[in-house]
């Protein structure tokens, strides 16, 4: 009988297409997967670390899990593995926390989990793999084992070199590598041929693709050599090809990073149909000082140019983004730089957090002067004005055909189907189940705070 596997994930959307390359790597050696973690030998959790509680749910998840087989009486086979940001950033740290935990892989050790696991079962008592690597491959999968359904991930970049002072990820995820284009196409066109409505390219900063890592020299008219074989190019480059060679429907990508946007992207943007109509440009603050003290590399009203050059776009481009409240030293000046940049930007939808010092980090040393309660009203603040910016903004949608990928059936109602537009809002409407999986030309009718309402045209 097979070994059964549980895994469950946090973060981002690259964590989400990592447990896809995991469940990949487990499958081919002999393990199966269940959604039921009381039947598993292996529960793996795929984790997050970018703010404080996200990390802490490890262990009390660990322990609820725990606490649940116990009372089952299963306690005794599943190993606990963990996998993901705080796999990386914590390592050995891990097996001290927990005594339950016995596998630790970073971001970079995915194609190693079955030499990882064929230790335990040799009877090591623990498997770590926390290496990473300035220019480790990409671990590469089929199109046909996609755990996502409708909507598929596509890796362009991997880790990150801005080095944001508050930011732990290019701890976790290592430097910023390219994947070769030639690899990016190949896998776009496969899921384009497998029935896949839409693609998401995914990086921590996808416009900087090409640009730094292992292939730097290889772009067209910067001079010297690639040292792999493939060609890369700019991101603006990668996405006209990708619109115009995979035959797929519907390409977003996230996240985008204003240092390095640029007007070509709007152009290519500008002249394919399957480009869809939305940009994700985290600002983080609008006050010039904490953008400094972030080390984001843009002033306020470069960052505006950026999005101007968004809005001067033939499409009707829907722009998002992020903002952190309460990073060391933010006054109420430049908290009301943030609200007066989020009223000017008007953004179609904001993630707006409480900072949280991290390790590691540059700012975690800075004199951390604003309080919980301050953090929390300038983060009520913020949301009050986005939604009232929001409806704004979503109201001019009303009585417009909008295309929508049908995702599922809807939570609130079965009568109703749920799925993601062009410029990425949800929306649902009256349908049945079998349009699950297409694409549907609706009507809006209603707006609701974070979603539209529509009906079949
Ligand atoms: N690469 C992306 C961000 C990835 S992390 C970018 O540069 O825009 C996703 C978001 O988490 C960030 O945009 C930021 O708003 C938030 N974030 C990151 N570190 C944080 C911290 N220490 N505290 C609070 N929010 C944080
Ligand atoms: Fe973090 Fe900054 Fe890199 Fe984004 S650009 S992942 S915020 S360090
Ligand atoms: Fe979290 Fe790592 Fe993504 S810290 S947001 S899972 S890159």
Redo the contacts with the bound molecule.
Sequence with gaps: MSKKFYLETYG?QMNVHDSEKANFSLSGSGYEQTSDPLDADLILLNTCM??EKAARKVYSRIAELKHQRRELKRDSAAVFGVMGCVAQAEAERLFERSSDIRLVMGTQAISKLPQLIEQLDQGFPRAIDVHLSKDADFYEINADVRQTTHIAYITITEG?N?F?S????PYTRGRERSRPAEKIIQEAKSLALQGFKEVHLLG??VNSYGLSGRYRGSLPGVGGTARGTEELTTFAHLLERLAVESGLPRIKYT?S?PRDFDEEIVRVMDSHDNLCEWVHL?A?SGSDRVLRAMRRGYTRREYIEKIDSIKRARKDLSITG???VGFPGETDDDFNQTLSMVAEVGYDGL?I??????PH?P?AAYIDSVTEEVKTERFMKLNELQHRIQKDRYSRYLGRKVEVLVEGVSARSSSDVVGHTRCNKVINFPGAVDLVGNLAAVKVTEIKPNSLYGSLS
């Design positions: 981002c970018v703010r990150c801005k944001c508050f930011c732990i990820v921590q900063n996240t990073h985290p983080q992020d903002i952190i993630y957090f409480k900072y949280s010092p991290r980090t700012a």
